[in-house]
């Protein structure tokens, strides 16, 4: 079935560089698209999410990328943190269709002083 | 964003009892209202989907006779698992969203463990 996946399964990086967290996603008609960030025994905290209908979209030290094309979408994380450290996941869905979140299967960032 | 809280947040039963599961959408009124369950190390896994006022529409592999959900109300959905198991020691989650086209705000998770 159509799924979201992610390339890495953990990523080590150290504090002050950059991260990226990538996600590709299989149901072309997906539109909407989040990032979560998951820390142990919580809930999945919103990060930032983006629509279809662009291909960058940027907060606070996080850009989310879309690229349509080859349906790939990534997170970047400027000047990681320790408090960064977590589990984050991609999710889609077709909004307008009301169907729930698919989560990916997550990505590790592990952050070292 | 929104708020929604779970109650209660662990929860520890013996085997063959039953534990609801509170789901509450504090600031805004939750139209749809999703669980997740998720194992430790993996990601989470949709159960069922709820509607206010509507039967929840089950994923495949899930049994609706052991998980009831109800969605009496558009501020509160509630999951009993029946008659617990060892294997149903989770991390239950849920979601709520006001309308389609509109973000799912998560819920902090509640944590399950049948001995």
């Known amino acids: 079935g159509e799924s979201v996946g992610l390339h890495l399964p953990t990523l080590s990086v150290q504090e002050g560089d950059n991260s990226i967290i990538n996600c590709a996603y299989s149901?072309?008609?997906?539109?909407?698209f989040i990032w979560y960030k998951q820390e142990s025994g919580k809930g999945p905290q919103f990060i930032i999410d983006?629509?279809?209908?662009?291909d960058k979209r940027q907060g606070q030290r996080v850009t989310v990328l879309l690229n349509k094309t080859v349906k790939h979408l990534s997170l970047q994380i400027a000047a990681t943190q320790p408090g960064d450290s977590a589990v984050y996941f991609c999710?889609?869905?077709?909004?307008?269709?009301?169907?729930?979140?698919?989560f990916g299967k997550g990505t590790t960032l592990s952050v070292s002083s | 964003g929104a708020v929604v809280s779970q109650h209660p947040s662990r929860v520890i039963c013996k085997s063959g009892t039953s534990v609801k599961i509170e789901c509450r959408s504090l600031?805004?009124?939750?139209?749809?209202m999703f669980w997740y369950r998720q194992f430790p190390k993996q990601s989470l896994m949709l159960m069922a989907t709820?509607?206010?006022?509507?039967?929840?529409?089950?994923e495949q592999g899930v049994e609706k006779d052991k998980f009831l959900i109800n969605h009496a109300s558009l501020t509160l959905s509630t999951l009993t698992v029946t008659s617990a198991h060892p294997e149903d020691s989770s991390f239950y989650i849920c979601?709520?969203?006001?309308?389609?086209?509109?973000?799912?705000?998560f819920g902090p998770g509640t944590r399950l463990l049948v001995l």
């Open positions: 979601s709520a969203r006001g309308q389609a086209g509109e973000t799912q705000y």
């Open positions: 600031d805004f009124q939750a139209t749809t």
């Open positions: 709820s509607n206010e006022g509507s039967k929840a529409t089950y």
């Open positions: 983006i629509r279809s209908n662009m």
């Open positions: 149901n072309s008609a997906s539109d909407y």
């Open positions: 999710a889609e869905n077709t909004l307008q269709a009301g169907t729930a979140l698919i």
